[in-house]
């Protein structure tokens, strides 16, 4: 073959360059393209035939397009197949072949970045777009051999599947949305990478793993099983991707919104004539750039966080949120008082007549008690309220509790363990009680009496009557009791079902559920999420910057791990065995950040979903 072909100017002559011995048959392009073999010296060249056609060349049958409405045009397989166990693939040459249809659009190798998690659109007519959720090699593939792509489609099809192929499950998703085609038929999906390349004012070394924004209204994911959690949910490249140190966002944001609606209030609330000018661009940055994305996707790049961060360091008044380390607190008091002016969740009223605090979280703050060899956030919670002499006006959607800890290094209490139901009846103000000593009604209660009758704050309520005979002890007999607070239309209800039922009704107790915990060590935020509501639910943990690729110039990987005994560990059967265990090493790696360096602890209400 020459190096240089010289291609005469007319068609199908021959032609030759002195600088070589070769020679080379340049034809139409309706004929092949034929390299003759070097001629001795002596060989004398042929004149050329022009009259002769060439030889015919044979066609391969060109692929056609994918539709919407027809079967899967790559892979499918019928009914009487499928019960032989066997998956009909229809003839495709590889992208290099030499057999392709030289008339037709030459087929490109599959682009090497995309992975799990990419947005891409299959090269057809129309395109169709949709997620990579799968890549392999499907079972019993016949030759060629090639990578597949199992993808979610954005829209439902009429070829599609749940994530099963033939009788082997590659993956899951809704009915119809299933589709499989060769790796190199799929590409980056451009309508998000034109998007990326007009809004890279940030760094876009984020990896190739893009995040497109996703408009309307996504719910939390919900009635996830743990085979669920650990194929959709866990796994590298999950969660949030954390840059400069961003952690502390990122772990506050994915426990506010993967799977909870509590602080979906601010998601929702029309722009007020005293907001911002950019609150709606701060609504949509984190709606549709985080929320969204995560809980549609499961996963959220750096770059949307970005945004999120240059909103926060231009309209808030805490510099450095662009690159600095912060706390959780601080992001949460600038995001929820400061830009989105939600409702306060704790309406804080002092015994002392000092008015009512309005805040949306409320840190531990007592004298240490050394009886506690290892506190539960129940007893502190209690313990704070009771030195503080504080009471809750009302029940609030969401409870978040700062663990007594000052800075990244002092902790009042080496290990605390986070209940996974606080109970706040005994902290609301007009809340029915009940009596310590008779079950009635209380309508005291005794702050002196803490310890006494027992541990908690429900040992300090009485009835009249067991009021008045407690505090005839000696010990007690200088106790100063105040009255509780009952409505009227609650007595009458309670006198009346004593009557019928001729004994003491059961008063409610009014109690949260733990759904996460953002942990902190050596400087850095990790959290764990409680994948649903119920006591059954699992558990995950989260760290937005678990590993790295490349160096410097590198980006960060998140990662989501499953903790199915979590929920075991804190539970009051296990007390005595973290106990037992003094170092704090010999406790799972898991339970001991959950202990050792629990930060914030976030309780919800079961019955209040949204914020009002």
Known sequence: ???????????????????????????????????????????????PVMKE????????????????????????????????????????????????????????????????????????????YGVIRWMGYLPDQK?????????????????GTDGSFGKHRLFSCPPKKAFFVPLYKCRKDKRFVDNARRNSGVSNNFGSMETPDVLGNISPPVSLDVKQIEQEVCGKQKG?????????????????????????GILYRPKRMDDLREYDEVKQVIKEGIVNPLRKHNYVRADKVMKLRHLLDKLGNIPGMMSEEKDPEEFLNLLLNQITKADPFLHIRSDNGGGTQHSFLYQLIMEKDERLVLPTTQQLFELSFLQMKVKLEERPPCLILQMPRFGKDYKMYRRIVPSLELDITDVLQNAPRECIICGDLAVFECKECYNQHG??????????????????????????????????????????????????????????????????????????????????????????????????????????????????????????????????????????????????????????????
């Open 1 to 47: 073959i020459l190096p240089n072909p010289v291609i005469s100017p007319e068609r199908g002559s021959y032609s030759s360059n002195s600088s070589s011995s070769s020679h080379q048959l340049m034809l139409s392009k309706d004929q092949i393209q034929v390299h003759l073999p070097p001629l001795s010296p002596k060989e004398k060249l042929p004149p």
């Open 240 to 264: 949030i991707q954390g840059h400069h140190n961003s952690c502390y966002l990122d772990a506050t944001l994915l426990a506010m919104f993967y799977f909870t609606t509590v602080f979906d």
């Open 53 to 128: 056609p060439a030889p015919p060349v044979r066609q391969m049958e060109e692929e056609k397009p994918a539709e919407l409405g027809g079967p899967n045009p790559l892979y499918e397989y019928t009914k009487a197949q499928d019960q032989q166990g066997e998956i009909k693939v229809e003839s495709m040459e590889q992208p290099n072949s030499r057999r392709s249809n030289p008339n037709s659009r030459s087929l490109m190798p599959a682009d090497p970045d995309l992975e799990v998690g990419s947005m891409v659109e299959v090269m057809s007519n129309p395109p169709l």
């Open 455 to 612: 541990a908690g704050l429900n040992t300090i309520a009485f009835c009249e009557g067991c009021k008045d005979m407690s505090h005839k002890h000696k010990v007690r007999i200088n106790h100063k009791w105040e009255a509780i607070t009952v409505p009227q239309e609650y007595k009458a209800i309670h006198n009346e079902q004593r009557t019928i039922q001729q004994q003491n009704p059961t008063i409610p107790r009014e109690k949260m559920e733990l759904f996460a915990v953002v942990c902190i060590q050596t400087s850095h935020y990790v959290s764990f999420v409680k994948c649903g509501k119920g006591k059954d639910a699992q558990w995950i943990f989260f760290d937005s910057m678990a590993d790295r690729m490349g160096e410097q110039s590198g980006y960060n990987i998140p990662e989501i791990k499953l903790c199915p005994d979590l929920s075991k560990w804190l539970s009051d059967d296990y007390q005595e065995e973290i106990m037992r265990r003094t170092d704090d090493k010999e406790l799972p790696e898991h339970i001991r950040r959950l202990l050792c360096d629990a930060y914030m602890c976030m309780y919800q209400s079961p019955e209040v979903s949204m914020v009002r």
């Open 143 to 159: 030759e060629p051999v090639k990578p597949i792509a199992g993808l979610e489609m954005e829209e439902e099809i009429s070829a």
